[in-house]
């Protein structure tokens, strides 16, 4: 497919994409639903209007919105094709190419919008599914011939983070304060965090409400799963050595987690999926999960200093996540839990097998003691007050590129 809109050379908004956000215009307060096309965002208030959805039942003002909840609650029927209209439009010679001539408002350059924080956040879960990952936190903290507690290989461990403080890429973050035990000390003190971490993650949006007192079952995962966008889990080391026992993370994982501004459907995703590791022991039955479930998604970090000295620090990928996505809901949900439309459930660090693919600084620099080299002359052991950790993620296969933008935020100084 070709598109009659000008795309860059390995751009992550391709017309093979068609993700969802939300944009505010820098000269207004006008906000509404959009896709992005190359540097192009899509206003889709203006395309309805212009009836390019005349095909469809929708609600009038459904995209003339803060929030793209109320769409993906019209379910999966609806929202896919919404999707193929868009991307049969984009093409060379479709209906978009005429209607734009005669809707000056329906394109909109990118440098010209605000993207927002595209879904209201009602429940956030983060989970801890990287056999890498809990290997490594387990060799530094515990038994290294233990490191995996007793529970990993049976289940998707997770915990339940706060949804107020999940903040959309690009808003700076206020370095936290909390109570640390320094090493050698018999009392604990109270101060900024001196173990700023990042953790590299992808996070999947609930697409469809199950009630209180019902399971999904690994089969019927994704039908409840709308898409996927990337996501900074912040995270401070010291302060969580000192709290997580026994109750797990508190402080040092709720002051602020940083999402990207679109969410990429499962529908443009179908091609990458790939075989997850294998899993032994054999997991319980309502977790045993057959054919491609994992999804081959390329990641990166990149700390850039305040300077704008840039080092890229992790280069990892989703497919290697132990428990996959369908999995960690079925799990979620075994004991009757419910999930809402707009529910945010996170995946974990994803560490790869190799330090160059570890997906945080306690990881890649080891506890501290093995110091990254910026091209500036300075040292990382955590992330500094004016630096910015920028992640991103891709996928690439027979000629296709779909990718998820930035996910950024920046340390205030």
Request: charged residues 20%; contains cysteine.
């Amino acid at each position: 497919m070709i598109s009659f809109i000008d795309i860059p050379e390995n751009s992550d908004f391709t017309i093979y994409n068609i993700p969802f956000g939300i944009f505010k215009k820098f000269d207004s307060d006008y906000t509404a639903a959009c896709t992005r096309i190359g540097d192009t965002i899509v206003d889709l208030h203006q395309c309805m209007a212009s009836g390019l959805f005349s095909k469809i039942a929708l609600p009038e003002s459904i995209f003339k919105t803060d929030q793209l909840n109320p769409f993906i609650a019209l379910g999966k029927g609806v929202t896919h094709a919404v999707r193929t209209i868009l991307q049969d439009a984009l093409v060379t010679g479709g209906g978009l190419q005429q209607l734009s001539k005669q809707n000056k408002h329906i394109l909109i350059p990118v440098d010209g919008v605000h993207m927002l924080l595209p879904i209201h956040i009602g429940d956030y879960t983060d989970f801890y599914s990287s056999r890498e990952h809990a290997t490594n936190v387990g060799v530094m903290f515990r038994d290294p011939a233990n490191a995996l507690l007793p529970n990993w290989l049976h289940l998707p461990v997770g915990y339940h983070g706060r949804a107020s403080s999940i903040v959309v890429s690009g808003t700076e973050i206020r370095r936290p304060k909390g109570q640390t035990m320094p090493d050698g000390a018999t009392q604990p003190v109270f101060g900024p965090t001196k173990q700023l971490d990042f953790e590299l993650e992808m996070a999947f949006v609930i697409g469809k409400d199950s009630t209180l007192g019902q399971s999904i079952s690994v089969d019927n995962a994704e039908d409840y799963i709308f898409g996927l966008m990337l996501f900074n889990d912040w995270s401070a080391r010291d302060i969580q050595k000192w709290e997580y026992v026994p109750l797990g993370p508190f402080l040092a994982k709720n002051f602020a987690s940083t999402l990207s501004p679109w969410i990429v459907t499962l529908e443009a995703l179908e091609i990458f999926r790939t075989p997850g590791p294998e899993q032994n022991p054999t997991p319980l039955p309502y977790l045993q999960s057959k054919g491609k479930n994992n999804y081959d998604i390329r990641l990166s970090v990149d700390i850039e200093s305040e300077n704008g000295q840039s080092l890229r620090v992790s280069t990892s990928n989703f497919k290697y996540m132990y428990w996959n996505m369908s999995q960690q809901l079925a799990h979620h949900t075994v004991n009757g839990c419910n999930v809402r439309v707009g529910d945010l459930l996170a995946s974990g660090t994803i560490s790869g097998p190799t330090p160059d693919s570890y997906g945080s600084m306690l990881e890649i620099c080891w506890k501290g003691t093995k110091p990254v080299e910026m091209p500036d002359g300075t040292q990382r052991r955590f992330i500094n007050d004016g630096d910015t950790v920028v992640m991103r993620g891709w996928c690439e296969k027979d000629g296709i590129r779909i990718g998820f933008g930035e996910c950024d935020g920046r340390i205030e100084k």
